[in-house]
């Protein structure tokens, strides 16, 4: 069934195949015949003449002599002819004889030669040896010669010339001008003409030929039918490839055949087509498995078996390709391969090289880190005071900047742009500078190790300076309203130190407004136990309300006075030894220039007493860095307040703040300046208040040896005085002040002695800590007692109320002292300080506190010196040693007098019996306590004879 189908098949396909090329052949002559009527006038013959008709017509040469000498005018010089009108030429018309007819096919073979125009072979005009393909051959000749004259008569003789052919036809006389052509177009041409040689081949290789032929012819019909005039002409010219062309065909009659026209089980065809495919011109398209699969088609094993099949030598030269292929695809594999691979060297390179890169940029960081911390250090050692700058953000925008340029390593250039040379640029050099984007975290990051230093004992104090409305609130307590991430140095610094204190201890701390142990006070102040840095803020806040904030031209909330945050912090080191650190955090109110700030009224007197503190401060600053002998510290509270910080053993940082903008250059530079000018004081190194374990031990002798020599002493006394036989109670004593007193009133400046105004005595301060004495000294300072027995003290016009507070549980001296204490007194409105009376509770309190604070500042005063080098502590422990050494001695002398009085006759009356108050021996040996250090009991008769339990 299948192959009655196939021979139906095949059958048609030769019908259909011989019937479009007899209309191609029809049509082709009839091209032929008009173009040599046009040329060399009517032939005679019908619009459509037969092979025979046609051959007949030009047999004897002379029509083609006479075509050719008209398209190349003298092609043929001599052209024999039989007189015989053309028109006349029938069939039946007397033949030339035949040497005649040979001449002139001849001679225009020969023309047609040297034009490179295809010919024909002068047998294929015999009448009798038509054959298959050669009446065709001398239509292409014709058709040749046509083309050549019109592409003549277009160019007028110029260009290239290249004949077409009919496609049905392979041209054995043309052959040479094939030879330009692709090998594989000849094959297939040869594949078509062995098609044709064998028409009605029986093999299945010649079937499928033959089928392939058929689908050939017919796509091939229907694309001349669908050929326009233009294509026609661009194939008639040879624009269009032939070659490719027929590549097109055979693959969009792949695609549409291979789905529709073959039936199931015409496998072979389909493989044959699909074998067609991989002609060179689709092998650009075509899937390299398509091409290997195809090798094993049943066609090509067909055709294999045969043996000498055009599809074996396809099958070769194509296996030869895909050979070729394969070598390029895997010649292509290993280039990408290794181009592969040489990314990835790359990438692998890259990444070391960025990683090496970031490491140096690493370690570019740290050593500039190390750099900067050598530099402070270097700068501790010398003591200099530490400045950094900090350049708010502009709020003026598409204004100019004076701040041209902020440097990592400190540098910062201002221009002036009024002056645009060289005078309006100027650069300073600071410890650090920030710049407008600078966070409050980046800033603190750089403020946290002198923080922590006031756990080391150390005195440490932060300043901000600068402008009004140059961000110093800001940096240190952070806007107002704003978030957590705004806080400034005050709270991250008191956050800090709970945090430390939290890792050490799990005391709760307390908190209080006052100066605390060495420094001035503050109105109502109040203690309270704070337990976490948010207890702490929310008492600033309280402190806060009580700062001048007003508005002005230059700072909507521009702080009208200074503040001063101080922490107190006292603690014990692992050894034993005591610690006191103090942390001043100063928000100094902004210099300004009062036609700017444009304030009237309070504001501008504020602004006039925040000026001249100022101002005060800078004569400090530069008396300090002239390293004149007397520095003006009591010209103004704020540097009164500073005197430690600026001149003493303190570490100290000030942060110069700046505007960018071009209007407040002046204050800008005015501002730098200054703080060039401070960066230059040398402080000398700061010093930690520190006392080893071993001082510790060495002050418990002194204090033990102290208490047996009074023992002694007083035993001594009631010894002579029993052995005095003048009196049963002893000699009454002179009623002296003890000598102790005297001295601590030299020091303090002051008068012991009580007066008498109306109900109150008023006295000079007794031993107050060094702030309040230096305070008594500005303005006379007096203690006056009320008649609830309150001590007040006068200042000017002001009061002074004393809040040292001692709670018993925390004396140094006692073993329940806490570990870490930290102390925070806040206090503001320097200029305008307000000190209120003392309750009696607070007067007892003070005088604990003060005896408290002498006992451990006696070695301290005595040796000023007090570090925590080894070396000082060593000469603090020798003289300690050196008191006792003389302690033991006069414990030694009494020792020797008592044996020496005791060999006298012993008084039977007490000693104490001889004085009539019975203080005369207890003032003395308060005079040899003073020569010893030994101070309670004078204290006692200072504060009018009242005894003091030490109790401690
Ligand atoms: N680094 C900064 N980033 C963002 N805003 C800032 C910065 N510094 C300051 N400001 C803003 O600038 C304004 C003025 O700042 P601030 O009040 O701190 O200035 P000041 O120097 O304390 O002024 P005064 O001396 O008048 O009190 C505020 O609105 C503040 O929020």
Known sequence: MMAEMENRSTTGFYDVLASRK???????????????????????????????????????????????????????????????????????????????????????????????LPAFEASDLERDALEAGSVAKVVDCVLALKSYHEHKNMNGGNGSFKPTRSPMVGHNATRSNLRGLPSDSCRRLEMDLAAEAHPSGNTEAQKLEGELVKILAEYMADTKENMGG??????????????????????????????????????????????????????????????????NSKCCQTCLSKGDCNHRRLLHIQERELQDLKTLWATTRKEFEALQSQLQNDLTQCGIQVQEMASAAQGYQRVLKENRILYNMVQDLKGN???YCRVRPSFTSGSSNAVEFVGEDGSLVIVDPSKPTKDGRRQFQFNQVFGPTATQEEVFDHVQPLIRSVMDGYNVCIFAYGQTGSGKTYTMSGPSGGSAKDLGINYLALNDLFQIFYSLTEHTLEIRSCAGDDGLTLPDAIMLPVTSPSDVLRLMKLGDLNRVVSSTAMNNRSSRSHSVLTVHVHGEDESGGKLRGCLHLVDLAGSERVDKSEVTGDRLKEAQYINKSLSCLGDVVTALAQKNTHIPYRNSKLTLLLQDS????????????????????????????????????????????????????????????????????????QLNRMKDPRSPLGKPMTDRTPPRT??????????????????????????????????????????????????????????????????????????????????????????????PLATAEHQVLARNEVQIVMQSEVPISTKTTTTTTASSVNGKGSQIRKSL?????????????????????????????????????????????????????????SLGGKSVDSGE
């Open 885 to 941: 050494r003389s302690i033991g001695k006069l414990i030694n002398g009494s020792e020797k007098r008592n044996c020496r009085n005791q060999q006298k006759e012993p008084s039977p009356i007490p000693e104490e019996m001889k004085s009539p108050i019975g203080i005369s021996s207890s003032s003395r040996a308060a005079r040899r306590q003073s020569l010893t250090g030994v101070y309670k009991s004078s204290r006692r008769t």
């Open 646 to 717: 600026l001149g003493g053993h303190a570490k100290t940082l000030m942060f110069a703040h700046v505007s960018p903008e071009e209007d407040s250059v002046l204050e800008t530079v005015s501002t730098l300046k200054f703080a060039q000018r401070v960066s230059t004081v040398e402080l000398g190194a700061a010093k930690a208040n520190k006392e080893s374990s071993e001082i510790m031990q060495l002050k418990e002798q002194v204090e033990n040896l102290k208490r047996a020599l009074a023992n002694k002493q007083s035993q001594d006394q």
């Open 742 to 835: 005297r001295r601590l009133s030299i020091e303090n400046g002051s008068n012991t002695k009580l007066m008498k105004t109306g109900k109150h005595e008023v006295s000079k301060t007794p031993a107050l800590p060094t702030r309040s004495r230096r305070l008594s000294l500005e303005a006379p300072t007096y203690y006056k007692r009320d008649n609830d027995d309150t001590i007040r003290t006068t200042t000017s016009s002001s009061t002074v109320k004393i809040y040292q507070h001692r709670n018993p549980s925390r004396s140094p001296t006692s073993s329940s002292f806490q570990r870490q204490t930290v102390k925070i007194d806040s206090r503001t409105q320097v200029p305008h300080i307000q000190l």
């Open 230 to 295: 233009n294509f026609l002409a661009s194939f008639k010219a040879g624009d269009v490839d032939p070659m490719k062309l027929f590549g097109r065909i055979v693959a969009s009659c792949l695609k549409e055949n291979e789905q529709k026209k073959f039936p199931e089980g015409q496998t072979v065809l389909r493989d044959c087509l699909k074998d067609s495919s991989n002609l060179p011109v689709h092998l650009e398209t075509t899937p390299l498995e398509d091409v290997s699969e195809n090798k």
């Open 385 to 387: 005071i530490r400045v």
């Open 22 to 116: 007899a209309e191609e052949a029809v049509w082709r002559r009839y091209q032929a015949t008009e173009w040599l009527d046009s040329v060399v006038g009517p032939l005679g013959i019908s619009n459509k003449p037969s092979e025979k008709e046609f051959i007949s017509r030009l047999r004897n040469g002379l029509i083609l002599c006479n075509a050719i000498n008209k398209v190349h005018p003298g092609a043929i010089t001599k052209v024999v002819e039989n007189n015989v009108p053309i028109q006349s030429i029938t069939r039946e018309s007397q033949p030339l004889p035949a040497y005649q007819y040979f001449e002139n096919v001849r001679n225009f073979l020969v023309a047609m030669e040297e034009l490179k």
